[in-house]
């Protein structure tokens, strides 16, 4: 998402609340989700571009694909949100509705995900690439802040104070009925089923190597 009248851009890592965040931003401008086509939130047309869903651009995307220039790109604003990689797993398995088991598409379908596919004009993958290689690019990270869906009105507060001038208090947009609530514990009995419910062992293990740097760089645990 770019809003230019703000100078500001945001990356969008699926399944971490974006359309909430990118809701405030139309709030803010006085626009409809109808209209968000404004801040690059669209569908692409041309699969040279990105994936079929631009809000979904890498940082790197954003300059190297020309939607911006590398000028631009530094004196903007820059900045996303992360993810347990674990709780992540589980909203978009229950996003997906995929026919088989959680168990079959962590320790199964997660090995034929080490590259994207938006050239083959299918987006799903980019749902489960780190979220790492959305924000680094040779170990640089391209963003200047980056906030947790564990804490996201706090840091969202943050956000809003340096690109609004004052807080601003996020609406609830695309949840899943794992992501409730977004704010305060990521899951109760209440919505659903913890994340960890749905791990075995083995499963942990095999998500701790897959996400190994995302663990790392966001200090993220099996909880």
């Not at 704010?183 to 791990?199: A, E």
């Not at 942990?204 to 995302?214: H, L, M, N, P, R």
């Amino acid at each position: 998402m770019i809003s230019h009248s703000h100078r500001c851009i945001f990356i969008h890592i699926p399944k971490v609340a974006g359309q909430s965040i990118e809701s405030a931003f139309l709030n803010q401008l006085g626009l409809t989700w109808e209209q968000r086509e404004q801040l690059l939130l669209k569908k692409n047309s041309n699969r040279h571009k990105g994936p079929p869903r631009l809000a979904h651009l890498t940082a790197q995307e954003y300059t190297n694909l020309g939607y911006i220039s590398q000028t631009d790109y530094e004196s903007y604003f820059k900045f996303s949100f992360v993810r347990n990689p674990w709780s992540r797993l589980v909203s978009e398995y229950t996003y997906r509705q995929h026919p088989f088991s959680f168990k079959h598409f962590v320790l199964d379908y997660l090995p034929n995900c080490n590259s994207d596919d938006y050239q083959h004009y299918n987006g799903n993958l980019r749902h489960l690439i780190p979220q790492h290689q959305f924000l680094y690019s040779n170990q640089q990270c391209l963003v200047d802040f980056i906030g947790k869906f564990e804490r996201i009105q706090a840091d969202f507060t943050t956000v809003s104070q340096r690109v609004f001038g004052q807080a601003v208090q996020l609406p609830h947009r695309n949840k899943t009925h794992q992501d409730k609530p977004l704010i305060g514990k990521l899951f109760s009995k209440k919505h659903g089923k913890p994340y960890q419910s749905y791990f075995d062992t083995e499963m942990i293990e095999f998500t701790s190597k897959y996400y190994e740097k995302d663990i790392a760089l966001f200090e993220y645990q099996f909880e």
